[in-house]
């Protein structure tokens, strides 16, 4: 079984560009994660999505940050425009059964963002 | 909300000693409690997990964690460790809904080195 595919996997920017990072879940995973993890802390969530529908975005920077999920399947997560603060690694993750209790949640590899 | 705290950022072993990586968390509802292991160039794993029933659990590569309520702990235990094992260490915890998944709120990591 293919795991979580991220791409790209490293990433260098100017502060006040664009950037966008790509996530593939596990085939039939209904929902998916993104997390934001800064050196030296723990991954933070971002976005959490059911199907193509969003279930919790409290945390993600709504002035800089978006993201979609088209179809239900892949999902892009977006920067614009970029600050310093924004250099870490973002995390995509997925679990399978939307309605089951906890299910595991496989992380994909990351990409590294670093601003400059 | 819930937090997690994870006391000691490094751990240094040497090989065949036994380990235990500390972790506490915070919460004012019921939780799930997750150990995920990040080996060096790799993504998040999931090593082991408390849902309910049993507050001993185990990995199948010998380690384990118990939950203990009134100290609001879930440490990770090894008897014997191996130059393997080297690898950072997330402790995770989730409230407990009825249905549904729920993101997870991760403690700042432990970095396990193994000493030949």
């Known amino acids: 079984e293919a795991g979580v595919a991220q791409s790209p996997r490293y990433k260098i920017i100017e502060k006040r560009q664009s950037v966008a990072f790509w996530c593939n879940p596990i085939?039939?995973?209904?929902?998916l994660y993104w997390y934001q993890q800064i050196l030296g802390q723990g991954p933070k969530l971002l976005i959490q999505?059911?199907?193509?529908?969003?279930?919790?975005d409290s945390q993600l920077p709504k002035d800089r940050f978006s993201a979609e999920r088209l179809k239900g399947v892949d999902s892009t997560l977006k920067i614009q425009p970029a600050k310093l603060e924004d250099s870490a690694v973002y995390l995509c993750?997925?679990?399978?059964?939307?309605?089951?209790?906890?299910?595991?949640?496989?992380f994909g590899p990351g990409t590294r963002l670093t601003v400059l | 909300a819930q937090s997690v705290t994870q006391l000691d950022s490094q751990v240094p072993v040497f090989e065949e000693a036994p380990v235990e990586l500390r972790c506490n968390y915070s919460?004012?509802?019921?939780?799930?409690l997750f150990w995920y292991v990040q080996y060096p160039n790799q993504g998040l794993q999931l090593l082991l997990k408390?849902?309910?029933?049993?507050?001993l659990v185990e990995s199948i590569n010998g380690f384990e964690a118990e939950f203990n309520k009134s100290q609001t702990s879930f440490h990770l235990r090894k008897p014997s460790v191996h130059i393997s094992d080297t690898a950072e260490y997330f402790c995770?915890?989730?409230?407990?809904?009825?249905?549904?998944?729920?993101?997870?709120?991760f403690g700042k990591g432990t970095r396990l080195s193994v000493i030949a």
């Open positions: 999505f059911q199907n193509n529908g969003v279930v919790d």
């Open positions: 085939s039939g995973h209904a929902t």
């Open positions: 995770a915890v989730s409230a407990v809904r009825n249905s549904g998944n729920t993101p997870l709120v």
């Open positions: 993750a997925s679990s399978l059964d939307e309605m089951a209790l906890m299910d595991t949640q496989y």
């Open positions: 408390y849902l309910s029933g049993s507050t």
């Open positions: 919460s004012s509802v019921s939780v799930y």
